[in-house]
T-cell receptor, first 108, second 111 residues
């Protein structure tokens, strides 16, 4: 089993839709969690950290469920510019573990 | 501020050749990382350096060596390149919150 697994996607949604991604992790000692966004042929960029109490940044909401060992990302009112690959990151110690990414395409 | 810079941007090698990928930062962060990204595999950690003078193996260190030359620079060396090392290589730095900032990547092809 991979340490970090994401919904395989791809997700194709119309503009204005709400879409949610999940990411499960296997190491229960993991302490830090993040979502990154990666555009085609570009470097990943930090989208948001994931806090235990959940957190929101505009149209984006991230949640952590330690008991079930998963994190989620919810995007409301999808925009064309949200089309990208979304990567979850789990930090079990000093190194980082990335999920393989979920591809999102928002269509007009 | 350039953030994180990587050189070269593109490289083609023949099997058995060696090369060094360079990474430099101007954000004064202690932690630096080297990843490779392959289709369908996500980013995999090769080596990391928690501070100047220290390096540790990540998930896929075989075939690579690193040097943390000073706080600013962290290089990745391929001593004898193999086709399996064809990939996109990203350097990243991290702040005390573990939030990472990535360089633009090096696209390496080994023939």
């Amino acid at each position: 089993r991979k340490e970090v697994e994401q919904d395989p996607g791809p997700f194709n949604v119309p503009e204005g839709a709400t879409v949610a991604f999940n990411c499960t992790y296997s190491n229960s000692a993991s302490q830090s969690f993040f979502w990154y966004r990666q555009d085609c042929r570009k470097e990943p960029k930090l989208l948001m950290s994931v806090y235990s109490s959940g957190n929101e940044d505009g149209r984006f909401t991230a949640q952590l469920n330690r008991a079930s060992q998963y994190i989620s990302l919810l995007i409301r009112d999808s925009k064309l510019s949200d089309s990208a690959t979304y990567l979850c990151v789990v930090i079990p110690g000093n190194d980082m573990r990335f999920g393989a990414g979920t591809r999102l395409t928002v269509k007009p | 501020n350039a953030g994180v810079t990587q050189t070269p941007k593109f490289q083609v090698l023949k099997t058995g050749q060696s090369m060094t990928l360079q990474c430099a930062q101007d954000m004064n962060h202690n932690s630096m990382y080297w990843y490779r990204q392959d289709p369908g595999m996500g980013l995999r950690l090769i080596y990391y350096s928690a501070s100047e003078g220290t390096t540790d193996k990540g998930e896929v260190p075989n075939g690579y060596n690193v040097s943390r030359l000073n706080k600013r620079e962290f290089s990745l060396r391929l001593e004898s390149a193999a086709p399996s090392q064809t990939s996109v290589y990203f350097c990243a730095i991290a702040d005390f919150n573990n939030e990472q900032f990535f360089g633009p990547g090096t696209r390496l092809t080994v023939l």
